[in-house]
Protein backbone atom coordinates (compact mmCIF):
# COMPACT_ATOMS: atom_id res chain seq x y z
CA UNK A 1 0.00 0.00 0.00
CA UNK A 2 2.35 2.10 0.86
CA UNK A 3 4.47 2.11 -2.76
CA UNK A 4 0.95 2.44 -4.56
CA UNK A 5 0.47 5.90 -2.83
CA UNK A 6 3.92 7.12 -3.24
CA UNK A 7 3.53 5.96 -7.19
CA UNK A 8 -0.51 6.83 -6.99
CA UNK A 9 0.47 10.49 -9.08
CA UNK A 10 3.75 9.87 -10.88
CA UNK A 11 2.86 10.64 -13.91
CA UNK A 12 1.77 14.33 -12.93
CA UNK A 13 4.15 15.26 -9.99
CA UNK A 14 6.72 16.01 -12.17
CA UNK A 15 6.28 18.64 -14.48
CA UNK A 16 10.58 19.17 -15.94
CA UNK A 17 9.91 15.14 -16.86
CA UNK A 18 6.71 15.23 -18.35
CA UNK A 19 8.06 17.77 -20.69
CA UNK A 20 11.02 15.80 -21.89
CA UNK A 21 9.59 14.58 -25.40
CA UNK A 22 8.70 11.33 -25.90
CA UNK A 23 7.80 9.34 -29.70
CA UNK A 24 4.73 7.53 -29.43
CA UNK A 25 5.91 4.55 -31.60
CA UNK A 26 6.22 0.70 -30.73
CA UNK A 27 10.01 0.93 -31.52
CA UNK A 28 12.77 2.66 -29.90
CA UNK A 29 14.17 5.66 -32.07
CA UNK A 30 17.87 5.17 -32.00
CA UNK A 31 19.47 8.94 -32.06
CA UNK A 32 22.77 8.72 -34.13
CA UNK A 33 24.13 11.44 -32.26
CA UNK A 34 23.94 9.73 -28.81
CA UNK A 35 27.72 8.22 -27.18
CA UNK A 36 25.73 6.47 -24.39
CA UNK A 37 23.04 4.51 -26.35
CA UNK A 38 23.37 2.99 -30.12
CA UNK A 39 22.08 0.71 -31.98
CA UNK A 40 23.77 -2.66 -31.62
CA UNK A 41 24.52 -4.89 -34.64
CA UNK A 42 23.80 -7.95 -32.79
CA UNK A 43 20.73 -8.46 -35.19
CA UNK A 44 21.58 -7.23 -38.61
CA UNK A 45 22.21 -10.35 -40.30
CA UNK A 46 18.94 -11.80 -38.39
CA UNK A 47 16.86 -13.70 -41.03
CA UNK A 48 20.12 -15.14 -43.45
CA UNK A 49 20.87 -18.59 -43.56
CA UNK A 50 24.26 -19.57 -41.20
CA UNK A 51 27.40 -20.14 -43.08
CA UNK A 52 28.10 -23.68 -43.94
CA UNK A 53 31.39 -23.08 -44.06
CA UNK A 54 34.31 -24.08 -41.45
CA UNK A 55 34.92 -20.49 -39.63
CA UNK A 56 38.05 -22.10 -38.04
CA UNK A 57 40.36 -22.25 -40.65
CA UNK A 58 44.09 -20.70 -40.61
CA UNK A 59 42.80 -18.20 -37.35
CA UNK A 60 45.15 -15.36 -36.71
CA UNK A 61 45.97 -15.20 -32.53
CA UNK A 62 44.87 -11.51 -31.57
CA UNK A 63 46.11 -11.87 -27.97
CA UNK A 64 47.82 -14.67 -25.94
CA UNK A 65 47.61 -14.18 -22.04
CA UNK A 66 48.19 -16.05 -19.35
CA UNK A 67 46.40 -16.80 -15.92
CA UNK A 68 43.47 -15.41 -14.28
CA UNK A 69 42.23 -13.17 -17.01
CA UNK A 70 39.48 -11.98 -15.66
CA UNK A 71 36.30 -9.89 -17.06
CA UNK A 72 37.47 -6.47 -15.88
CA UNK A 73 40.66 -7.04 -17.80
CA UNK A 74 38.42 -8.24 -21.19
CA UNK A 75 36.11 -5.44 -20.45
CA UNK A 76 37.02 -2.82 -18.26
CA UNK A 77 34.33 -0.54 -16.51
CA UNK A 78 37.08 2.11 -15.38
CA UNK A 79 37.50 5.44 -16.89
CA UNK A 80 38.30 6.05 -20.76
CA UNK A 81 41.66 7.07 -21.23
CA UNK A 82 42.62 10.07 -23.45
CA UNK A 83 44.17 7.87 -25.89
CA UNK A 84 42.62 4.95 -26.06
CA UNK A 85 40.60 3.79 -29.08
CA UNK A 86 37.52 4.46 -26.88
CA UNK A 87 38.93 7.89 -26.28
CA UNK A 88 39.61 8.64 -30.10
CA UNK A 89 36.30 7.76 -30.83
CA UNK A 90 35.05 10.18 -28.03
CA UNK A 91 37.08 13.01 -29.12
CA UNK A 92 36.45 13.13 -32.92
CA UNK A 93 32.22 12.60 -31.74
CA UNK A 94 33.53 16.40 -30.25
CA UNK A 95 33.61 15.49 -26.31
CA UNK A 96 36.24 16.89 -24.15
CA UNK A 97 38.29 14.69 -21.81
CA UNK A 98 36.30 15.56 -18.67
CA UNK A 99 32.76 14.64 -20.54
CA UNK A 100 34.20 10.77 -21.23
CA UNK A 101 32.60 9.39 -18.10
CA UNK A 102 33.39 5.94 -17.71
CA UNK A 103 33.02 2.37 -19.84
CA UNK A 104 30.68 1.16 -17.12
CA UNK A 105 28.88 4.38 -17.75
CA UNK A 106 28.71 3.49 -21.60
CA UNK A 107 27.56 0.13 -21.96
CA UNK A 108 25.04 1.22 -23.82
CA UNK A 109 26.92 2.05 -26.78
CA UNK A 110 28.83 -0.86 -28.39
CA UNK A 111 31.18 1.60 -30.81
CA UNK A 112 32.63 2.58 -27.14
CA UNK A 113 32.75 -0.90 -25.29
CA UNK A 114 33.93 -2.54 -28.47
CA UNK A 115 37.06 -0.13 -28.27
CA UNK A 116 37.57 -0.75 -24.45
CA UNK A 117 37.50 -4.78 -25.18
CA UNK A 118 40.65 -6.18 -24.04
CA UNK A 119 41.48 -2.95 -23.83
CA UNK A 120 42.37 -2.98 -19.43
CA UNK A 121 45.58 -0.83 -18.64
CA UNK A 122 47.15 -3.65 -16.51
CA UNK A 123 46.68 -6.37 -19.46
CA UNK A 124 49.50 -7.85 -20.54
CA UNK A 125 49.45 -9.45 -24.38
CA UNK A 126 52.49 -12.20 -24.22
CA UNK A 127 52.51 -11.13 -28.09
CA UNK A 128 53.80 -7.64 -26.89
CA UNK A 129 56.18 -8.63 -23.78
CA UNK A 130 57.38 -4.94 -23.65
CA UNK A 131 54.04 -3.34 -23.61
CA UNK A 132 51.26 -3.54 -20.97
CA UNK A 133 47.56 -2.59 -21.95
CA UNK A 134 45.89 -3.25 -24.38
CA UNK A 135 47.89 -3.81 -27.71
CA UNK A 136 48.83 -6.33 -29.86
CA UNK A 137 51.62 -7.39 -32.77
CA UNK A 138 49.82 -7.81 -36.08
CA UNK A 139 50.78 -11.07 -37.41
CA UNK A 140 50.72 -10.32 -41.29
CA UNK A 141 52.89 -7.73 -41.20
CA UNK A 142 54.83 -7.56 -37.29
CA UNK A 143 53.00 -3.86 -36.62
CA UNK A 144 52.31 -3.35 -32.81
CA UNK A 145 48.92 -1.14 -32.18
CA UNK A 146 46.32 -1.82 -29.89
CA UNK A 147 44.02 -4.74 -29.77
CA UNK A 148 40.87 -3.13 -31.34
CA UNK A 149 43.06 -1.60 -34.38
CA UNK A 150 44.47 -4.76 -34.82
CA UNK A 151 41.02 -6.61 -34.75
CA UNK A 152 39.71 -4.12 -37.61
CA UNK A 153 42.91 -4.67 -39.59
CA UNK A 154 41.92 -8.47 -39.26
CA UNK A 155 38.56 -8.02 -40.05
CA UNK A 156 38.81 -6.12 -43.11
CA UNK A 157 40.98 -8.70 -44.44
CA UNK A 158 38.96 -11.08 -43.77
CA UNK A 159 41.04 -13.26 -41.80
CA UNK A 160 39.06 -14.58 -38.23
CA UNK A 161 40.98 -14.28 -34.69
CA UNK A 162 41.89 -16.38 -31.90
CA UNK A 163 42.71 -15.96 -28.10
CA UNK A 164 45.15 -18.25 -26.73
CA UNK A 165 45.01 -17.97 -22.71
CA UNK A 166 46.21 -20.08 -19.51
CA UNK A 167 43.76 -20.66 -16.55
CA UNK A 168 41.10 -19.55 -15.39
CA UNK A 169 39.72 -17.54 -17.87
CA UNK A 170 37.27 -14.69 -17.81
CA UNK A 171 37.13 -14.92 -13.56
CA UNK A 172 35.69 -12.49 -11.52
CA UNK A 173 31.91 -10.62 -11.85
CA UNK A 174 30.04 -12.33 -14.90
CA UNK A 175 30.26 -8.98 -17.26
CA UNK A 176 28.64 -9.73 -20.64
CA UNK A 177 30.53 -7.15 -22.75
CA UNK A 178 33.60 -9.87 -22.01
CA UNK A 179 31.53 -11.66 -24.52
CA UNK A 180 30.12 -9.36 -26.42
CA UNK A 181 32.82 -6.91 -27.24
CA UNK A 182 34.83 -10.35 -28.00
CA UNK A 183 31.99 -11.06 -30.41
CA UNK A 184 31.86 -7.73 -31.74
CA UNK A 185 36.10 -7.67 -32.41
CA UNK A 186 35.89 -10.53 -34.97
CA UNK A 187 37.14 -13.42 -32.49
CA UNK A 188 35.87 -16.74 -33.67
CA UNK A 189 37.38 -18.57 -30.78
CA UNK A 190 39.14 -19.09 -27.44
CA UNK A 191 42.01 -21.94 -26.82
CA UNK A 192 42.28 -21.25 -22.61
CA UNK A 193 43.29 -24.27 -19.99
CA UNK A 194 39.72 -23.65 -17.93
CA UNK A 195 37.00 -21.16 -17.98
CA UNK A 196 35.16 -19.36 -15.60
CA UNK A 197 32.05 -21.16 -15.62
CA UNK A 198 29.71 -18.11 -16.47
CA UNK A 199 32.11 -16.75 -19.14
CA UNK A 200 32.31 -19.77 -20.98
CA UNK A 201 28.61 -19.75 -21.31
CA UNK A 202 28.46 -16.23 -21.87
CA UNK A 203 31.26 -16.61 -25.01
CA UNK A 204 28.88 -19.56 -26.35
CA UNK A 205 25.59 -17.48 -26.38
CA UNK A 206 27.66 -14.74 -28.35
CA UNK A 207 28.70 -17.32 -31.00
CA UNK A 208 32.40 -17.58 -30.11
CA UNK A 209 33.62 -21.26 -29.25
CA UNK A 210 35.48 -22.11 -26.52
CA UNK A 211 38.25 -24.84 -26.71
CA UNK A 212 40.28 -25.81 -23.54
CA UNK A 213 43.59 -27.95 -23.74
CA UNK A 214 43.84 -31.26 -22.89
CA UNK A 215 45.42 -32.19 -19.06
CA UNK A 216 48.67 -31.62 -18.74
CA UNK A 217 49.14 -29.70 -22.01
CA UNK A 218 49.73 -25.53 -22.03
CA UNK A 219 50.83 -23.69 -25.32
CA UNK A 220 53.91 -23.40 -23.36
CA UNK A 221 54.53 -27.44 -23.13
CA UNK A 222 53.36 -27.65 -26.90
CA UNK A 223 55.20 -24.90 -28.16
CA UNK A 224 52.73 -22.07 -29.30
CA UNK A 225 54.28 -19.07 -29.55
CA UNK A 226 50.63 -17.12 -31.08
CA UNK A 227 52.46 -16.07 -34.14
CA UNK A 228 51.52 -19.42 -35.97
CA UNK A 229 47.74 -19.75 -38.18
CA UNK A 230 45.69 -22.27 -36.58
CA UNK A 231 43.12 -24.40 -38.04
CA UNK A 232 40.47 -26.69 -36.16
CA UNK A 233 39.03 -29.84 -37.70
CA UNK A 234 35.50 -28.36 -36.87
CA UNK A 235 32.84 -30.86 -37.38
CA UNK A 236 29.27 -29.99 -39.33
CA UNK A 237 27.91 -31.95 -36.13
CA UNK A 238 29.69 -30.85 -32.90
CA UNK A 239 28.80 -33.43 -30.09
CA UNK A 240 29.43 -32.50 -26.21
CA UNK A 241 33.34 -31.89 -25.49
CA UNK A 242 34.09 -33.49 -28.23
CA UNK A 243 37.99 -33.71 -28.82
CA UNK A 244 39.40 -31.59 -32.42
CA UNK A 245 42.25 -31.87 -34.18
CA UNK A 246 44.06 -28.09 -34.47
CA UNK A 247 46.79 -27.51 -36.52
CA UNK A 248 49.28 -24.88 -35.86
CA UNK A 249 51.43 -23.63 -38.55
CA UNK A 250 54.07 -21.89 -38.34
CA UNK A 251 57.98 -22.10 -39.11
CA UNK A 252 56.82 -25.95 -38.22
CA UNK A 253 53.63 -27.27 -38.21
CA UNK A 254 52.01 -28.23 -34.44
CA UNK A 255 49.92 -31.12 -34.03
CA UNK A 256 47.59 -31.11 -30.80
CA UNK A 257 44.10 -31.55 -29.73
CA UNK A 258 41.36 -29.60 -27.89
CA UNK A 259 38.26 -29.92 -25.92
CA UNK A 260 35.35 -28.35 -27.01
CA UNK A 261 33.62 -26.64 -24.06
CA UNK A 262 30.23 -27.46 -25.50
CA UNK A 263 29.04 -28.89 -22.47
CA UNK A 264 25.26 -29.38 -23.13
CA UNK A 265 23.25 -29.71 -26.51
CA UNK A 266 21.42 -26.01 -25.58
CA UNK A 267 25.28 -24.91 -26.15
CA UNK A 268 25.00 -26.59 -29.78
CA UNK A 269 21.74 -25.20 -30.64
CA UNK A 270 23.32 -21.60 -29.43
CA UNK A 271 26.32 -22.18 -31.73
CA UNK A 272 24.18 -23.90 -35.08
CA UNK A 273 22.21 -20.01 -34.75
CA UNK A 274 25.29 -18.25 -34.38
CA UNK A 275 25.26 -17.31 -31.03
CA UNK A 276 21.60 -16.15 -28.98
CA UNK A 277 20.68 -13.11 -29.96
CA UNK A 278 20.26 -14.82 -33.58
CA UNK A 279 18.22 -17.59 -32.35
CA UNK A 280 15.45 -18.03 -34.79
CA UNK A 281 14.82 -20.37 -37.48
CA UNK A 282 16.86 -17.91 -39.51
CA UNK A 283 14.19 -18.21 -41.97
CA UNK A 284 11.63 -15.09 -40.90
CA UNK A 285 12.14 -11.79 -40.43
CA UNK A 286 12.45 -11.03 -36.75
CA UNK A 287 9.82 -8.93 -34.81
CA UNK A 288 10.47 -5.53 -33.93
CA UNK A 289 13.93 -5.52 -35.11
CA UNK A 290 13.86 -1.45 -33.28
CA UNK A 291 14.26 -3.12 -29.86
CA UNK A 292 17.58 -3.78 -28.09
CA UNK A 293 17.99 -5.01 -24.00
CA UNK A 294 21.64 -3.92 -22.41
CA UNK A 295 21.17 -8.02 -21.52
CA UNK A 296 22.84 -11.22 -22.83
CA UNK A 297 19.65 -13.25 -21.76
CA UNK A 298 17.68 -14.11 -24.35
CA UNK A 299 15.28 -11.30 -25.41
CA UNK A 300 11.59 -13.14 -25.25
CA UNK A 301 9.54 -10.63 -27.92
CA UNK A 302 12.09 -11.97 -30.36
CA UNK A 303 11.97 -15.56 -29.93
CA UNK A 304 8.82 -15.93 -28.85
CA UNK A 305 6.77 -18.59 -31.42
CA UNK A 306 8.92 -17.24 -34.12
CA UNK A 307 10.49 -21.24 -34.62
CA UNK A 308 13.04 -21.06 -32.25
CA UNK A 309 15.45 -24.41 -31.48
CA UNK A 310 13.20 -26.11 -28.81
CA UNK A 311 16.81 -26.38 -26.65
CA UNK A 312 16.88 -22.71 -26.56
CA UNK A 313 13.53 -21.86 -25.92
CA UNK A 314 13.87 -24.35 -22.98
CA UNK A 315 16.62 -23.53 -21.28
CA UNK A 316 15.26 -19.97 -21.94
CA UNK A 317 11.96 -20.84 -20.17
CA UNK A 318 14.09 -22.20 -16.97
CA UNK A 319 16.27 -19.49 -16.94
CA UNK A 320 13.76 -16.79 -16.71
CA UNK A 321 11.15 -18.59 -14.78
CA UNK A 322 13.45 -19.52 -11.95
CA UNK A 323 13.20 -16.15 -10.19
CA UNK A 324 9.44 -15.84 -10.16
CA UNK A 325 9.25 -20.32 -9.08
CA UNK A 326 11.35 -19.55 -6.31
CA UNK A 327 9.58 -16.30 -5.44
CA UNK A 328 6.17 -18.42 -5.23
CA UNK A 329 7.86 -20.62 -3.10
CA UNK A 330 8.84 -18.13 -0.59
CA UNK A 331 5.52 -16.16 -0.89
CA UNK A 332 3.86 -19.89 0.19
CA UNK A 333 6.45 -20.53 2.78
CA UNK A 334 5.47 -16.95 4.12
CA UNK A 335 1.64 -17.55 3.95
CA UNK A 336 1.85 -20.84 5.68
CA UNK A 337 3.55 -19.04 8.43
CA UNK A 338 1.09 -16.76 8.81
CA UNK A 339 -1.48 -18.97 8.92
CA UNK A 340 0.08 -21.01 11.74
CA UNK A 341 0.70 -18.12 13.54
CA UNK A 342 -3.40 -16.27 13.13
CA UNK A 343 -4.27 -19.91 14.07
CA UNK A 344 -2.39 -19.98 17.11
CA UNK A 345 -3.69 -16.59 18.09
CA UNK A 346 -7.68 -17.11 17.36
CA UNK A 347 -6.98 -20.68 19.50
CA UNK A 348 -5.86 -18.64 22.41
CA UNK A 349 -8.65 -15.80 21.92
CA UNK A 350 -11.54 -16.98 20.34
CA UNK A 351 -13.91 -19.62 22.32
CA UNK A 352 -14.21 -23.02 20.56
CA UNK A 353 -11.92 -22.21 17.89
CA UNK A 354 -11.03 -24.27 15.44
CA UNK A 355 -14.77 -24.93 15.15
CA UNK A 356 -15.21 -28.74 15.36
CA UNK A 357 -17.81 -30.74 12.62
Sequence with gaps: MISVRRTRNVYQSNERWNQIETSEGDCYEWDDASTYIANPPFFTNLGQEADETNP??????????????????????GNIGLQSPAGKYLKDRGLSYKDFNSFGSRRGNHEVMMRGTFGNIRIQNQLTPETTGGYTKLATTGEELSIYDAAMQYQKEQIGTLILTGKDYGMGSSRDWAAKGTNLLGVKAVLAESYERIHRSNLVMMGVI?????????????????????????????AINQIIDVTASGEKDIHFQAKLRFDSE???????????????????????????????????????GDGIGPEIWQATKRLLMRPFLLLTQMIEKLNGLRFLRVKKRLTKQVPGFPMKH
Excluded: C
Excluded at 58 to 77: E, M, Y
Excluded at 230 to 235: A, C, L, T, V, W
Excluded at 268 to 288: E, M, R
Design 210 to 238: PFEYLPGETAESLGLTGLESYSFEFPTEP
Design 56 to 77: LNNLRVLAKFGDSVTTDHISPA
Design 266 to 304: ADIAYWKNQGNFTASDNKKNAKGAGIMTNTLTPIIPYIE
